[in-house]
């Protein structure tokens, strides 16, 4: 039997497999004989050995025998049957809440019986909840489980009593033939060896390592699975670069006119990553660049630098920011920069609507709008650029591999537009081979001079009066302040609601000042106009929901306050901090929370208070939140792992680069098994 037949062998191939079955296991993703050798354990019982019941601790699975020794009936909070099991060692109760007459008729009878379950604390001291049980004949018990039993994921109306079985047929049919070693100069383990010990590990495997995911086998899988992430992203970026890219390489006169204009000079981080977009896009293939800075660090006039080298050679180009906000920023700004120049620079959101919207597209159809800059909106249907040759993706956290696809197809027929990512997020290295595998990546790793870092503190909310007064003092000596509402609800109504309070609220207690209020409801026109107002210095207090969290730039705005800070992630609540600090001013961040503060908690906002370096956050969010959350559902949706943990088998990943390195030169064949066995079609990454 070959490889090819187990991947392709239904699994209705199987005895007792059949169609209603076999639509259960599709919700699983598994279709084939080979999909059930790859649907991993999500961890392990012991059931090979028995357990006295004096010896029996808190929350673990495990086999009991014992003596019945009575049944009853009680009427608590819920009624439930109880049954006292006794063996040599002591008893213990098997507690049901639901259960049929026969059933109750059947154990008050009593006897011998075996029970599998999970031991927990109960009102009667230990219990076992809803145990699986069978009666025993004393003097000849069955034989117990040889193997470690796998709890393996699985859906409603599909017992893990099943899915063993259909796994365990999968594995008679399976030999060292027909699963082909696809990793060259494999390690100890073979493939087979490994599913064969996961699937059913000895009585004798180490229990520790199993649930901690560290054995050899799982290992040995850990790694195919993160080769097989790795070759498909490297896959989709070879088939970017196999389409044509316009060479877009004239600029420089335009781009030093634009250097000489602004009030600063570029720092040497700025300057190195300008010249490694400024090679790539004058290339005749697809850039895939990915620029990590900081907040704060500059990445928009790299990213007006590189938007001029297409202008310049006869392109358009598109910047996609994640908020409308932070899209009308970068209108003003890029306005101010390039219609000097005689660009043209438009703006396309969600809420540019009716004939506005129509000219808008005019526009960019036509080509006298040069640089485009938008939210989603950008690539909706109906957009049709005249000609797109390069995208710039702001703050990429916020989109997901699939968003930054669909930018690239705007070009016309074959030819692809180069493409920029700019993110403030610094990716931990352990996560940046997942998220951004198929891209290069350059890093502005130094702020411009001059910029005092931010003093953070964290105070609960018995002390906003002080806060209050500190705001009083600070704005009449000129400064500026934020204060930024947080809301747990993902409802923008409830949070605007709150900060329209906190505003009436902050009005009442300080009446001498010019307070403005943004939040996700207003229109764009009223957002931009209190940005305006606020930059201009005449509101002196802004209160502002998240929506300013990213890339707001007002640099007399020394003074933060947030509500509710632990409500927020790390990343973010650094994102939000990185609005003060911008100028030459001494500069605070108030984090003020509501008690008590859980562990977690108050270890995260210190680590605010502790550093101002991003890096050190992301890093430090990831341990205390694992990569989910860091890099956010969407991105994490795509990178779904079966055995593998980014994390935890983070030491794995050098040496699964060499291994891609290598397979993609010697054997493009088995890259493609690799992908197949391992993510199948359906969690590919785009295709172009
Ligand atoms: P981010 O990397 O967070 O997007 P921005 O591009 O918004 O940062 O830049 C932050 C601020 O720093 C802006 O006001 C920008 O004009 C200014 N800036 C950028 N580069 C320099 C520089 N080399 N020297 C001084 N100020 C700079
Ligand atoms: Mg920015």
């Given at each position: 039997?070959?490889?090819?037949?187990?991947?392709?062998?239904?699994?209705?191939?199987?005895?007792?497999?059949?169609?209603?079955?076999?639509?259960?296991?599709?919700?699983?993703?598994?279709?084939?004989?080979?999909?059930?050798?790859?649907?991993?354990?999500?961890?392990?019982?012991?059931?090979?050995?028995?357990?006295?019941?004096?010896?029996?601790?808190?929350?673990?699975?495990?086999?009991?025998?014992?003596?019945?020794?009575?049944?009853?009936?009680?009427?608590?909070?819920?009624?439930?049957?109880?049954?006292?099991?006794?063996?040599?060692?002591?008893?213990?109760?098997?507690?049901?809440?639901?259960?049929?007459?026969?059933q109750r008729e059947n154990l008050t009878r009593g006897g011998h019986l075996r029970c599998f379950g999970d031991v927990r604390r109960g009102r009667s001291g230990l219990e076992l909840y809803h145990p699986e049980y069978q009666f025993l004949d004393q003097h000849q018990p069955p034989p117990l489980q040889p193997y470690l039993t796998a709890v393996y994921p699985a859906v409603e109306g599909i017992s893990q009593a099943r899915l063993r079985t259909v796994i365990e047929q999968a594995l008679l049919l399976v030999s060292e033939d027909s699963l082909q070693e696809l990793l060259p100069d494999s390690s100890e383990l073979s493939l087979l060896e490994s599913l064969q010990f996961i699937h059913k590990p000895p009585a004798t495997a180490p229990m520790d390592q199993l649930l901690t995911g560290s054995h050899p086998a799982q290992q040995r899988l850990a790694l195919e699975e993160l080769l097989a992430h790795q070759l498909s992203l490297v896959q989709l970026r070879q088939q970017i670069q196999r389409h044509p890219a316009p060479s877009l390489g004239a600029g420089q006169a335009l781009q030093q006119q634009f250097l000489t204009s602004l009030p600063f000079a570029l720092t040497a981080a700025q300057l190195r990553v300008a010249a490694d977009i400024m090679a790539d896009l004058a290339k005749p293939h697809p850039m895939l660049r990915l620029v990590q800075g900081d907040v704060g660090s500059g990445k928009t006039v790299v990213a007006a630098l590189a938007a001029l080298q297409a202008v310049a050679s006869g392109y358009q180009a598109a910047i996609m920011a994640p908020t409308e906000i932070l899209a009308e920023q970068h209108r003003t700004n890029f306005q101010s920069w390039l219609e000097p120049l005689g660009i043209e620079v438009s703006l396309l959101t969600g809420k540019v609507k009716g004939k506005a919207r129509e000219r808008q597209l005019q526009m960019i159809g036509d080509g006298s709008a040069r640089v485009v800059i938008g939210t989603h909106a950008l690539f909706q249907e109906g957009v049709v650029f005249f000609r797109l040759g390069l995208t710039i993706v702001d703050e990429q956290h916020r989109f997901g591999v699939h968003q930054r696809l669909a930018l690239r197809e705007k070009g016309k027929g074959d030819v692809l537009p180069h493409q920029l990512i700019m993110t403030a997020t610094p990716i931990p290295r352990t996560l940046a081979m997942s998220a951004y595998a198929d891209l290069d990546c350059s890093t502005i790793d130094e702020l411009p001079p001059g910029r005092t870092p931010v003093n953070t503190v964290v105070l609960a909310k018995n002390r906003r009066p002080e806060i209050i007064d500190h705001i009083r003092s600070a704005c009449a000596n000129g400064r500026q302040a934020y204060w930024v509402c947080t809301l747990i609800e993902e409802s923008d109504v409830l949070e605007a609601q709150a900060a329209e309070a906190t505003a009436d609220e902050l009005h009442l207690l300080l009446p001498e000042l010019q307070i403005g209020l943004v939040h996700g409801r207003q229109k764009p026109a009223e957002k931009a106009a209190t940005m305006e107002r606020f930059k201009q210095g005449n509101i002196q207090l802004l209160v502002a929901t998240t929506v300013i969290e990213v890339g707001v730039d007002v640099p007399n705005a020394s003074l933060m306050i947030i509500e509710d800070p632990e409500r927020l992630g790390l990343a973010q609540l650094h994102q939000l901090r990185g609005r003060v600090g911008r100028g030459k001013l001494e500069s605070h961040c108030v984090l003020l929370y509501s008690p008590p503060l859980s562990k977690q908690g108050s270890e995260r906002l210190s680590i605010m208070r502790q550093t101002n370096d991003g890096f050190r956050i992301a890093e430090k969010d990831l341990e205390l939140r694992g990569p989910g959350e860091v890099l956010g559902t969407r991105q994490t949706g795509e990178m779904s792992l079966r055995i593998a943990d980014l994390q935890r088998d983070s030491h794995l990943l050098p040496e699964v680069k060499r291994l891609a390195r290598q397979l993609l030169e010697t054997s493009p064949h088995t890259t493609n098994l690799i992908i197949q066995r391992w993510l199948g079609d359906g969690e590919r990454y785009g295709q172009v």
């Open positions: 039997m070959t490889e090819n037949s187990l991947a392709t062998m239904p699994v209705t191939t199987l005895r007792g497999v059949g169609t209603q079955l076999a639509s259960k296991l599709a919700r699983l993703g598994i279709a084939t004989v080979q999909d059930l050798l790859f649907h991993l354990p999500l961890r392990y019982m012991d059931r090979t050995r028995i357990t006295p019941i004096g010896a029996l601790q808190p929350n673990s699975d495990v086999v009991i025998e014992g003596q019945l020794r009575g049944c009853d009936v009680v009427q608590g909070r819920r009624r439930s049957l109880m049954c006292r099991l006794q063996d040599h060692t002591g008893t213990v109760t098997l507690r049901f809440f639901h259960f049929s007459n026969a």
